[in-house]
């Protein structure tokens, strides 16, 4: 098991978290860890996990900032930006 940082150092970025946690899993998947070793990697993954989580809730509230507050719903129908063009030429 090769540690790159100690382990309750903050991740660079979300996708290096996401990256380490993806490797922590794989380790744990295999069965090979010692049992120390194995709780070592779960409290690192759960420290992972509760990063991800608020950077995950730190860019939902900007998106609501940038937004004015008001999430509009995904409009997949091509029609309605269609008739705005026609009315336009």
């Known amino acids: 098991m090769s540690k790159k940082l100690p382990a309750n150092a903050t991740p660079a970025s979300f996708e290096s ?3 380490e946690l993806s490797e922590l899993v794989s380790q744990m998947e295999t069965g090979q860890l010692p049992l ?3 709780v070592t990697a779960y409290q690192r993954g759960s420290e992972l996990i509760k990063y991800c989580a ?3 809730e ?3 509230q900007q998106v609501k900032i940038l937004d004015a507050g008001m999430l509009k719903p995904f409009n997949t129908e091509l029609s309605d930006g269609n008739d705005n063009a026609e009315g336009q030429a």
């Open 54 to 56: 608020f950077q995950l």
């Open 58 to 60: 730190k860019v939902e």
């Open 36 to 38: 120390e070793a194995s």
């Open 17 to 19: 978290a996401m990256a």
